[in-house]
């Protein structure tokens, strides 16, 4: 397969875009590597679907250009890019068979009746569909039909990357995890380039090795499920990622150190006054706040119990906010003090993550 780079990609579906607002895209610089097992993630509107029909071939972006492996296809027609889809409702012929609808790719490119052959069994195989190969597309459940459009992109060898368009979403929950496991298996065993779109946090994240977070129409963080969720790098990824989201609070950066409501908060890599020109807001998610009693004074106002741990909610300052309690761990009934792990809590300035020059 390919290593896939978007080089400096806008777009807009106005005639003349002028403001920035006007843009669809507002700037991708990304490269998917080859063999790399990615999602798309990001909340309905915020350009999933355009930057994928720019990979495609289907929209011809603004600005900027889309090689495979170094070579510009900016210009090529979708047939010409060599991308199989799959995407939410399965696209497979009814009134064929299984084996029909794996060969039909093949046919067209003329390949001979053996070969044909050969590689429709090895693929059915791959995917557990030997035993339907035989039947009738029509008959079969929307997981299999799904499989069926994963496998006529998988028997061909010359495809350079299989997207995948919130493919799940006809599929009934108990079955979703399988295939989606299947999926993962499948991409460690033969390594091909994949992209899957979705806006589901829990499917990007047991599925991808990276995570590509979208909001707005920009990448806001490319990243492990452990690199989301343990330094965000935007607040949207805070919040998106994770439930419930970082906790944000209003905060100063001066001379001594950074304060919320006056109050300092220790941190491994406080930025420099200097570095802060904009909003600025402390970051920190509940599962790096803990109760301490030589901690911040603060208000607690009430307790969720989801089983396994418990939510608390509080107050510090004028400042609601959330912190996760395993099981185990006293709650205070009184004189609550929390600390907030100073190697997790960080300084955001309009959105983006600022951390300290190195010293
Ligand atoms: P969803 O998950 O709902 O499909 P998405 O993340 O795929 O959303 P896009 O469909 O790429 O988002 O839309 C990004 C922005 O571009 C949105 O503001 C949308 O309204 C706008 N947009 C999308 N398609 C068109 C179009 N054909 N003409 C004009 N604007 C469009």
Redesign the pocket.
Known sequence: MAEIRLDKIRHS?EDRPAAEADF?LKMVDLTWKDGGAYALL???????????NIISGLLSPTEGDVRFDGRSVTDLAPDQRNIAQVFQFPVVYDTMTVYQNLAFPLRNRGMDRSRIDELVRETAQRLDLTGVLDRRAAGLTADNKQKISLARGLVRSDVNVIMFD?PLTVIDPHLKWQLRSQLKKLHQRYNFTMIY?T?DQTEALTFADQIVV?HE?EVVQVGTSEELFERPEHTFVGHFIGSPGMNLFPCTVGDDGVRVDGMPIALDAPPAPGQVNGTSQLGVRPEFIRFDTGGLAVELTDVADIGRYRIVDAILGRHPFKIFCPEGVEIPSDNAKVRFDPRHANVYVDGWRVEARSR
């Not at 990001?42 to 994928?52: A, D, E, N, V, Y």
């Open positions: 579906y669809a990001g909340p309905s509107g915020c350009g999933k679907s355009t930057l994928l919130e779109v806006h979208m129409g």
